[in-house]
T-cell receptor, first 116, second 112 residues
Framework: GAVVSQHPSRVICKSGTSVKIECRSLDFQATTMFWYRQFPKQSLMLMATSNEGSKATYEQGVEKDKFLINHASLTLSTLTVTSAHPEDSSFYIC????????????FGEGSWLTVV | RKEVEQDPGPFNVPEGATVAFNCTYSNSASQSFFWYRQDCRKEPKLLMSVYSSGNEDGRFTAQLNRASQYISLLIRDSKLSDSATYLCVVNILSSNTGKLIFGQGTTLQVKP
């Protein structure tokens, strides 16, 4: 069964609204979670690294005020897409690791966001 | 230059064929290496880790060449079910945290 649960799997929202995506580690404590975005026929692009109890580290070109990440506990990280626009429509996926080397990596099932 | 580069393909092969994918990475701080498989509209799933000594798992063989910063995946006796996108993934240790960098992926289509 899944060890990282991501919710919702699909969401449609109107332009200008905000959408929250949750990523939960089910059987372990994830000190670090990662958020990726994948556009059609493209690779997964790392958006940010989320550390429990501290501010997320964003990759270059990712707007931290638009993509709010909260990692309030060792089992939950959330990504909020604020003031969503159609160009934000994408596949968002989280992953969690159990160690520094990241040799144990678990992915959530992903969330399809469509902004209309 | 992309940190992890792959030929996007698609590679169209008949069942039973042997196919090889290559990947290069640019960051010498890369620590660990993986091949992931991604089916359409799904999350990536780990296929295998890649070691310098080379490793084999059934029909799949992976190889790492650190000197050339090159990773390969060989699939023998291709099955229809092997059709997917194969992602070359590199883990880079940055600021005490590892992060995964994904290649664009190579699409494989196995035909009957």
């Amino acid at each position: 069964g899944a060890v990282v649960s991501q919710h919702p799997s699909r969401v449609i929202c109107k332009s200008g609204t905000s959408v929250k995506i949750e990523c939960r580690s089910l059987d372990f404590q994830a000190t670090t979670m990662f958020w990726y975005r994948q556009f059609p026929k493209q690779s997964l692009m790392l958006m940010a690294t989320s550390n429990e109890g501290s501010k997320a580290t964003y990759e270059q070109g990712v707007e931290k005020d638009k993509f709010l990440i909260n990692h309030a506990s060792l089992t939950l990280s959330t990504l909020t897409v604020t003031s969503a626009h159609p160009e934000d429509s994408s596949f968002y996926i989280c992953s969690a690791t159990q160690g520094l080397t990241g040799n144990t990596i678990y992915f959530g099932e992903g969330s399809w966001l469509t902004v209309v | 230059r992309k940190e992890v580069e792959q030929d996007p393909g698609p590679f169209n092969v008949p069942e039973g064929a042997t196919v090889a994918f290559n990947c290069t990475y640019s960051n010498s701080a890369s620590q660990s290496f993986f091949w992931y498989r991604q089916d359409c509209r799904k999350e990536p799933k780990l296929l295998m880790s890649v070691y310098s000594s080379g490793n084999e798992d059934g029909r799949f063989t992976a190889q790492l060449n650190r000197a050339s910063q090159y990773i390969s995946l060989l699939i023998r006796d291709s099955k229809l079910s092997d059709s997917a996108t194969y992602l070359c993934v590199v883990n880079i240790l940055s600021s005490n945290t590892g992060k995964l960098i994904f290649g664009q992926g190579t699409t494989l289509q196995v035909k009957p």
